[in-house]
């Protein structure tokens, strides 16, 4: 098993940044494709943003909405992924969560609250 565990959320002006940092431990051998997912109020999860590991080399993919304005990154020795977010929107409120991906399993955070305020 693999636990994530999240942080950085919080509220911000719109405008403002945000550093969104998800930490995995226990079983982490294996752990390829690394990414953040986020949830609106009455939204379904979307993708906001991955990064893959392995012989990938650390590509990245990223939400239209969010190009641009967001940037992720990982660090392999750290066991740990990051989002920076910047000019924030009210549209960007919602809950963010920290993904993981190995072969075989897929491993989700307990989420982080981002809110934007006009």
């Known amino acids: 098993q693999v636990q994530l565990v999240e942080s950085g959320g919080g509220l911000v002006q719109a405008g403002g940044s945000l550093r969104l940092s998800c930490a995995a431990s226990?079983?982490?051998?294996?752990?390829?494709?690394m990414g953040w997912y986020r949830q609106a109020p009455g939204k379904q999860r979307e993708l906001v943003a991955l990064?893959?590991?392995?012989?990938?080399?650390?590509?990245?993919t990223y939400a239209d909405s969010v190009k641009g304005r967001f940037t992720i990154s990982r660090d392999n020795a750290k066991n740990t992924v990051y989002l920076q977010m910047n000019s924030l929107t009210p549209e960007d409120t919602a809950v963010y969560y920290c993904?993981?991906?190995?072969?075989?399993?897929?491993?989700w955070g307990q989420g982080t609250q981002v809110t934007v305020s006009s």
């Open positions: 993904n993981v991906k190995k072969v075989w399993s897929t491993f």
């Open positions: 226990g079983s982490t051998s294996g752990i390829n494709t």
């Open positions: 990064i893959s590991g392995g012989s990938s080399g650390g590509s990245t």
